[in-house]
């Protein structure tokens, strides 16, 4: 409940926009994909309006391709009824997020965004283990109680040896709509100290806006205007150059 999801359709949108500026000005720059691997609780295509179910040739799936040209595969791309619940195990929810890598048509990717469900469990695990991750973002919130949280997921990557790229705060403040004032509805933000101590970036702090939370029922994330998140999707662009060389 952070808000991984939004965050992840969010720097799909800006990675997107960007993509699109470079092609217009004559640079190469290959697609945005996001792999749904909150497999028990998808929200992604929901936030995009995704009604069409992906298609399959009998060898690969095809991923559905969202307004502005994002693909995305998600399990409820697949069922027949987006509210019927999904019941597996450990061992078949990592054989499903591995199938969504390697059993699908992603085509030219230039970045694939991978939401994962919260905690350390086995599909973060598998993640970690079986895809070529080049970083992970955490997400957290500005409650007291984070810095444990984004401690054990910092110390999990490290144990993958996967590269942490950054920290983003969601919930960060709110404004008042009448005077204009910054309010921490959520106490005091700790990501500042807390991404000090462990030497990783803050990304970005996300304000609460209940436009966002309409436009993502709505399926309409793509029409979120948040300045707060472009310099978030620039840095990873500039880290992840810095990781390929």
């Known amino acids: 409940g952070v808000g991984k999801s939004l965050v992840t359709t969010l720097l799909a949108v800006a990675k997107n926009r960007a993509a699109k ?16 691997a909150d497999i028990t609780g998808p929200s992604v295509p929901n936030a995009f309006h995704l009604l069409t179910m992906a298609e399959s040739d009998g060898t690969l799936l095809y991923p559905v391709k969202t307004q502005e040209g994002i693909s995305v595969m998600s399990i409820n791309l697949l069922l027949g009824n987006q509210t019927q619940p999904v019941v597996w195990r450990g061992p078949v929810l990592a054989s499903a997020i591995r199938q969504f890598y390697s059993e699908v048509a992603w085509g030219e990717v230039d970045t694939l965004l991978i939401d994962c469900p919260p905690g350390t469990g086995d599909v973060p695990l ?8 080049d970083g992970i973002v955490i997400v957290t919130s500005p409650q007291d109680l984070v810095k444990m949280i984004v401690k054990k997921a910092y110390n ?17 403040y709110m404004t008042c709509p009448d005077c204009g004032k910054k309010l921490s509805v959520f106490g005091d933000s700790h990501v500042d100290e807390v991404a000090s101590e462990l030497g990783i970036d803050v990304l970005g702090k996300l304000p609460i806006n209940p436009e ?28 992840l150059t810095d990781i390929e060389k």
């Open 156 to 172: 999990m990557a490290g144990m993958m040896n996967v590269p942490v790229l950054g920290v983003v705060e969601n919930y960060s």
């Open 126 to 133: 598998t993640v970690f283990q079986s895809l070529p991750i």
């Open 212 to 239: 966002f939370a309409e436009k993502v029922d709505w399926g309409v994330c793509y029409e979120i205007e948040l300045p707060e998140i472009e310099p978030a999707a620039e840095k990873l662009k500039g880290l």
């Open 21 to 36: 500026r470079q092609t217009a000005n004559g640079a190469e720059s290959g697609g945005i994909a996001i792999l749904d």
